[in-house]
T-cell receptor
């Protein structure tokens, strides 16, 4: 079963708007990561947030983590058409096995 | 794609035939992973390796075997392909298990 569940499954916005995606997970974690996948390509790592961090920024990306609620959000500000992609969260499940468990992803469409 | 290649990139094979997919890295990373990606299921871990000759099962390992005789190569074998193994297969590597992963371009496998 999937550890991470993203919400919404699909999101369509206009260029310049902000996009927010949410991820919920089930077990304790060491870290949570977000990845982007453009159509037909491999996943690209965006950002990693550790369990003792509450917020992290990278360029136009802002990630929050609430371990009490077992949830995370990814905010993309001032979206561009090039941000059109699928976004996945992944957790390590604190198992220290080296494995990540991915959610099913949010498909974001940014209309020019 | 961070020094990761997958071969072949596309393959069509018949039910019952053996198939081997190759993942090759030039990064000398310790951890290597095989995932499959299917609509509605996101990315699911098949097998992973934490060193030469050290491998372990993932979430969907039935029908698959792996081998890692060299740091740079991780092979995924379908001993007798079935139509349910039609999928896109991604290889990934990681310096530290549970941290950011770098993905290959994927192999699209069709079993007829």
């Amino acid at each position: 079963s999937q550890q991470g569940e993203e919400d919404p499954q699909a999101l369509s916005i206009q260029e310049g708007e902000n996009a927010t995606m949410n991820c919920s997970y089930k077990t304790s974690i060491n870290n949570l990561q977000w990845y982007r996948q453009n159509s037909g390509r491999g996943l690209v790592h965006l950002i990693l947030i550790r369990s003792n961090e509450r917020e992290k920024h990278s360029g136009r990306l802002r990630v929050t983590l609430d371990t009490s609620k077992k949830s995370s959000s990814l905010l993309i500000t001032a979206s561009r058409a090039a941000d059109t992609a699928s976004y996945f969260c992944a957790t390590d499940g604190s198992s220290n096995t080296g494995k990540l468990i991915f959610g099913q992803g949010t498909t974001l469409q940014v209309k020019p | 794609d961070a020094g990761i290649t997958q071969s072949p990139r596309h393959k069509v094979t018949e039910t019952g035939t053996p198939v081997t997919l190759r993942c090759h890295q030039t990064e000398n990373h310790r951890y290597m992973y095989w995932y499959r990606q299917d609509p509605g299921h996101g990315l699911r871990l098949i097998h992973y390796s934490y060193g030469v000759k050290d491998t372990d099962k993932g979430e969907v390992s039935d029908g698959y075997s792996v081998s890692r005789s060299k740091t740079e190569d991780f092979l995924l074998t379908l001993e007798s392909a079935t139509s349910s193994q039609t999928s896109v297969y991604f290889c990934a590597i990681s310096v530290v298990g549970g941290n950011e992963q770098y993905f290959g371009p994927g192999t699209r496998l069709t079993v007829t």
